[in-house]
């Protein structure tokens, strides 16, 4: 075997106690923990419980009894192929969409998991329809395990403690993101309102809010097509195309152009007016970018720019509904400028747009918080686990 396609039977990370121990073991996943096709269960034979029924895609309804107990591993069969479920505890039904683990053969099975994970079950499904994963393939793939049951549990506990931490992480955003929702609400006055349900204290008997037209405090800007001759490396500006081209940080931007009377700038609201997006995405504008025709700019010229950005996202369901056509959904420069809006003056404006965009970063900043535990755990994934073999 060349030294390019050499593979070690040791990972590039191991614990201090386990230093100077035998190397792992090279087994066939069929040796190590075995698959079995999940249990059928028709709709009409499901019967309300609370043992979980777990699909190729995770626990989707509950039932009254199981055909499996704890701990137990379960992964996508047909659909969904490539997300592997761990069940700690309690009864369990793995479904006939699902292969689940019959015997973890003295492993331990939070460390199985984890194998399965850093292995990929996705790399074995098939089918140029209906995605399917064969488990004689699943089982014929040759990996490395550890001999020690001790340093299997050592490295499932430290993988699952990272776990946990983007579990809790997770759920301080899902409460940032629901408490930002709340305020949404409640900042913007409701339906046949002129004052919202709640009102910072310098303007609590400030005027009611008034009733206009969003043509009467934007202007906005279309994007245009460009040819790939028109836009390079070298241009002056960061070229969109489309919604799936934006990222805030501008260097990861690949497509330039030259200047032109379409451009959207700091302060704009980018909105996707075509494509199966068109209406239900956002994103305000850091700085200067040319935009494609999916795109347009919602530019501020009375309101404030902030104020406009947060109100167009409480729009967003209204705007999605009003998108039209059946193979390239469009909203058009009516659509976006007929909307009612209710709206305070300026300052006012400008402090709920500040509480919201304070909120933003805040929510932001725990993304990314989350994304680094995400990139800390793939590299530890690597690091504890040597490389698996192809079967022969």
């Known amino acids: 075997m060349s030294n390019e396609t050499k593979k070690t039977a040791l990972p590039k990370l191991r614990f201090p106690e386990f230093q100077g121990s035998a190397e792992w073991a090279e087994k066939k996943f069929g040796d190590i923990a075995p698959l079995q096709r999940g249990f059928d ?15 190729s895609n995770g626990i989707q309804k509950f039932h009254s009894e199981g055909r499996a107990i704890a701990p137990g591993i379960v992964t996508g069969r047909s659909g969904t192929i ?24 003295n492993n331990d099975p939070e460390f199985i998991y984890f194998l399965y994970k850093s292995v990929g079950t996705e790399r074995f499904a098939s089918g140029s329809g209906v995605p399917t994963l064969n488990r004689n393939d699943v089982h014929a793939f040759k990996t490395y395990i550890p001999k020690s049951v001790q340093e299997q549990r050592k490295i499932a506990a430290t993988l699952s403690s990272i776990d946990d931490i983007i579990t809790a992480q997770s759920a301080k955003l899902e409460a940032l993101q629901t408490h930002k929702r709340g305020l949404m609400q409640a900042l913007f006055p409701a339906e046949g309102e002129t004052v919202p349900k709640l009102r910072f204290p310098d303007f609590q008997d400030a005027k009611v809010w008034k009733k206009v037209k969003l043509s009467t405090q934007v202007q906005l800007i279309s994007g245009l097509h460009l040819s790939p001759e028109e836009y390079g490396v070298k241009g002056e500006i960061p070229y969109f195309s489309g919604p799936s081209d934006y990222a805030n940080e501008l260097t990861l931007v ?12 700091a302060g704009d609201t980018l909105i996707t007016v075509k494509g199966s997006g068109a209406g239900g995405l956002f994103q305000l504008v850091l700085d200067e970018v040319a935009l494609g025709r999916q795109l347009m700019a919602v530019r501020a010229i009375s309101a404030h720019e902030g104020y406009i950005f947060h ?22 420069r009516t659509d976006i400028l007929g909307l009612d809006m209710m709206i305070p003056a300026r300052e006012e404006q400008k402090k709920i747009a500040d509480c919201l ?36």
């Open 41 to 55: 269960l028709p709709t009409y034979e499901l019967k309300t419980g609370t043992i979980p029924v777990v699909f």
């Open 82 to 105: 490539g997300k592997i479920h761990f069940i700690k505890e309690g009864e369990y039904w793995p479904h006939n969409t699902s292969l689940w683990v019959t015997d973890f053969k």
């Open 254 to 265: 690949s497509k330039w152009t030259l200047r032109s009377t379409n451009i959207g700038r």
């Open 311 to 332: 109100f167009l996202a409480t729009q967003k369901p209204r705007l999605i509904s009003l998108a039209t056509g059946n193979l390239i959904p469009g909203l058009s």
């Open 357 to 392: 965009t304070s909120l933003d970063n805040r929510i932001t900043a725990q993304t990314l918080q989350i994304d680094a535990f995400k990139l800390h755990k793939k590299g530890l994934m690597q690091s504890l686990f040597p490389m698996a073999i192809k079967n022969n």
